[in-house]
């Protein structure tokens, strides 16, 4: 080996080790590994209380979010009871793998869970297995267990279904949100400083009574942008601040890669065919009256992106015996942004309701 290669080889080596050093925790906790499907290579990061044997399956939002990335901060509050098995759906967050998006469908996502639950079965001791979505992970939690002819084999191996400020069908919801969004913009056209923005909101509003295309998405999201950013409704619900990181270690040694974090923002809003599916298919209302399974639904009552009126729909669709079924709506709570009761309510709910059905 050359001298000038040899030093090059040496350094990385000593750069390695040291941020390392600096770095430890990110994989000493849990078990991380990967699992593909149609094209798509997933991660999942296991965390928590695995010798319990019970174990929560997390559907995270988007489509585009990541469960790894917040991974890093966790549930304490659930890992310390149950297993909480996270992962990134295909092209969102760290996933890699030639999954195309413009090929994906709700029922794609569907069947990547079923391998992740596959997977988990097969690496351990599992006596009993919920699922819990946030956003559009209820949209993924909710084709799981009714959508296609695998809906009651899968519906078989779950022991309940947590589903937490969630939709499952965008005209549902789209006819609740749309007269409250209205008026907020309204309201705030007629009194912004800068109005013009609140305007085209209204406009857009008045002449959509219901989503029709993909093409519909970012008025939406810009009407639904404004509300939350100049709302003092939502301005009372701050961010909870981001957690201290080590960022030679975030960078480095985490397992939310920046890369192809970067790489795949936007990949699934881009998406033409999933975006005209979940504008315009209301599949899931109709194939709710196949769920059966324990159920727990929790809602913001300040919530525009998923109003609690659609919690109200689907405990009154689904076939779950009335004493397994539960509605909860946070009064002080937007789109998963709480105040501090509602965050120990929100717990406190998800914790019982995880107790109560689960071996």
């Not at 000493?28 to 019970?54: E, I, L, Q």
């Not at 809906?151 to 969630?166: C, E, L, Q």
Request: net charge negative.
């Amino acid at each position: 080996m050359q001298p000038y290669f040899a030093r090059v080889v040496a350094f990385g080596v000593i750069v390695a080790l040291v941020c390392c050093a600096a770095c430890q925790g990110y994989y000493d906790d849990g078990d991380y590994f990967f699992v593909r499907n149609g094209g798509a290579d997933m991660p999942v990061w296991v965390k928590g209380n695995v010798a319990s044997g019970r174990f929560v399956v997390y559907l995270h939002g988007g489509p585009g979010g990541s469960a790894i990335a917040p991974a890093l901060v966790g549930q304490p509050w659930l890992e310390s009871e149950v297993a909480v098995a996270y992962y990134d759906q295909r092209h969102a967050g760290i996933a890699g793998g030639q999954a195309d998006p413009s090929s994906s469908s709700v029922a794609s996502f569907a069947d990547d869970l079923d391998v992740v639950v596959g997977a988990l079965r097969a690496r351990y001791r599992v006596d009993s297995l919920m699922l819990m979505g946030t956003s559009w992970g209820a949209t993924v939690g909710t084709a799981y267990l009714t959508l296609g002819p695998e809906a009651s084999r899968r519906r078989g191996g779950v022991d309940g279904w947590i589903s937490t400020f969630g939709n499952h069908d965008m005209h549902l919801a789209f006819s609740h949100l749309r007269g409250r969004l209205r008026d907020k913009a309204a309201a705030r056209a007629a009194t912004a400083a800068e109005p013009a923005a609140w305007r085209d909101c209204v406009t857009w509003l008045d002449a959509h009574d219901t989503l029709s295309s993909a093409a519909d998405w970012p008025d939406l999201f810009g009407c639904l942008t404004l509300a939350g950013n100049a709302s003092a409704e939502f301005d009372a619900y701050p961010t909870p601040p981001a957690p201290e990181l080590d960022m030679m270690g975030f960078i480095f040694r985490s397992p939310a890669a920046l890369f192809p974090l970067a790489m795949n923002v936007g990949a699934s809003h881009a998406a033409t065919a999933l975006m005209n599916e979940l504008a315009t298919d209301s599949t899931l209302s109709q194939t709710l009256t196949d769920l059966d399974v324990p159920t727990l639904i929790i809602h913001g009552r300040h919530d525009l992106v998923a109003p609690w009126q659609v919690g109200v729909f689907v405990v009154d669709t689904i076939a779950t015996p009335q004493a397994n079924r539960r509605r909860v709506v946070l009064e002080h709570t937007a789109h998963g942004s709480f105040r501090e009761q509602d965050e120990a309510d929100y717990q406190a709910e998800v914790l019982t309701f995880v107790r109560d059905h689960t071996e």
